[in-house]
Each structure stands twice: as C-alpha cells, then as structure tokens.
C-alpha cells in the first residue's frame, strides 16, 4: 500500500471498517512511512479540535416561548 | 432511549424543567444542522426557532418508533431545505444520500504514477487543541472551512465531530449509508486540516 491509498483509508481505519489485510497494509505503511505518520496526527489533531469547540447555547426566552406553545395547546385541548 | 420517552412524557404532562434539559441537551445540534443547510447564521437561528415550535406541538404524536434525535432532525431539514430552496439555494440536500463527489482535497497532492507525496505534509505547531483553539486564527480557519464544505460533507461533520453523534446516529438521521456516511466524514475532515494547516504549518517552520 503507498501513500494516496493509506490516506483515503484514514477514516475508514479510525471508524473500525479497515479490516483484513487492508488493515494489516495501511498499519504496516504508517510504520514505515514519516509524511504519512504526519498527515494522521494532523487528522486527529483537526478531530480534537472539532470535538472541542464550543456548543451553541440557546437563547433564554426560548424555554419560556416553548412553554407558552404547550399551555396553549393545553388550553386549546 | 427509556430517557428520551420519560423526558418526552414529561414535558406532555408540562414539565419545565424537563423541557429546558431537552432544549439544552439539543439546541446546539439543531443549530449547526440548520447552518449547514441555510448557510447565514441569522436565518438558521429563525429556522431552529420554528423547528422548535414545530417539534413542541408534534411532542404528542411523537410514538418513539425511531429515536427522538432521528425524529428532530427531520423537522430541522425538512424546515430548513424549504426555506434554502425559497431563498434560492436549490442545492442538493434533498437527498443527503445521493451524490457524494469526487472532491478528495487530497487528489492532487500525490504523484499521478506511484501515489507517493508529491507534497508531503510538514509539522504543525505542537500545541494541544485547547491551546490551539485560543487563537482567533485557528477559529477563523475553521469557521472558513466549514463555511467551504458542501451541505452534506458539512451535515456529517458537524454531528459526528461537532456534536460527537454516533455514525449509526449520523446515518438515521440523514438518511445515509453507512459507507457513504464514512467517505463524507473523510472529507469534510480532509478539508479541515487543510484549512488549519494554512494557519499551523507556518508556526512549525524555524
């Protein structure tokens, strides 16, 4: 397995779907393989990123808003 | 599952509290569901609000035959794909699970015979990620580069990685499969770290 082929298989790797011989290839190029071994880290690194940005807070009215839509069902009911 | 139906239960019975657990524990998903789709963050915002209303009034009728995320997310993109195509946006997400392209941002950085580097990718910065994140040019490369993504490579990301949803998750709620579902998420990641590798890579450099 050479590089392109080792890269398109990160996800797929990370995902637990690379099984097989083409697990044992792509573990066995990131071994011998320096750029490749940096693209990865880079990867994971841009996925810690993503998994810590912050969350979007709602507004504060809105919990007030959504309640007034359940009393008005109620009331309607 | 069991917490969804005794939360669902109790904002029927007209729990408020419970409801505010549901729009914390939700709001934020919706909201970067509905961007990817709508793109102005403005609109998406006024598409949650509705989606909102929506999803409180249908609470009676929800029977728990798919999970209650599975559930919202129709909402969402149902609200939200009618209001990109009335502004316009015919793009492509009346089905997440058609095309996926072939816009690999890798393609072009490996030789055409041998599919070696051409381009080999050097150091970044070795910062953890929560240092990293402090700089506004970090968020600014990421913001950039999720603005960039297509919908549905935009879609994925932001629940797999954004919201740390499960891919079985991420595949009921956009209707996709599995195999598409993984060569979306390696995309829209791809395209990331290219994006963060302009601001990082010359931090790297002596």
């Not at chain 2, 998903?29 to 709508?38: D, E, G, Y």
Request: net charge negative; hydrophobic share 45%; aromatic share 4%.
């Amino acid at each position: 397995m050479l590089c392109r082929k080792a890269m398109s298989h990160l996800t797929d790797a990370k995902e637990g779907a690379l099984t097989g011989l083409a697990k044992a290839l792509f573990d066995a190029h990131l071994t011998v393989c320096i750029p490749c071994r940096r693209y990865r880290a880079q990867y994971e690194s841009t996925v810690d990123m993503l998994a810590k940005l912050p969350k979007e807070e709602a507004p504060s009215a809105l919990v007030d808003l959504l309640a007034g839509e359940i009393e008005k069902k109620d009331d309607g009911a | 599952m069991s917490d969804d139906a005794d939360l669902v239960s109790s904002i029927r019975g007209g729990d408020k509290k419970a409801l505010a657990k549901l729009v914390a524990r939700e709001h934020s998903w919706l909201v970067r569901l509905a961007r990817a789709i709508v793109r102005d963050a403005a609109i998406a915002d006024e598409v949650v609000q509705d989606a909102w209303i929506s999803i409180i009034r249908a609470l009676a009728s929800f029977e728990g035959r798919s999970s209650l995320r599975t559930w919202m997310a129709t909402i969402v993109l149902n609200r939200a794909k009618t209001v990109a195509v009335r502004g316009g946006r015919s793009i492509a997400v009346a089905s997440f699970d058609g095309e996926v392209g072939d816009d690999d941002p890798n393609e072009g950085r490996f030789t055409q015979r041998l599919g070696v580097w051409s381009d080999p990718p050097v150091g970044w910065n070795d910062a953890t990620p929560e240092v990293l994140l402090e700089r506004r040019e970090v968020l600014a490369a990421i913001e950039r580069g999720l603005e960039d993504l297509p919908a549905n490579q935009r879609a994925v990301l932001t629940l797999r990685d954004l919201e740390g949803w499960s891919g079985e998750e991420v595949c009921n709620a956009l209707g996709l499969s599995e195999s598409n579902q993984r060569v979306l998420l390696h995309r829209a990641r791809a395209a990331i770290r290219e994006h963060l590798h302009g601001v990082l890579k010359s931090d790297a450099l002596p």
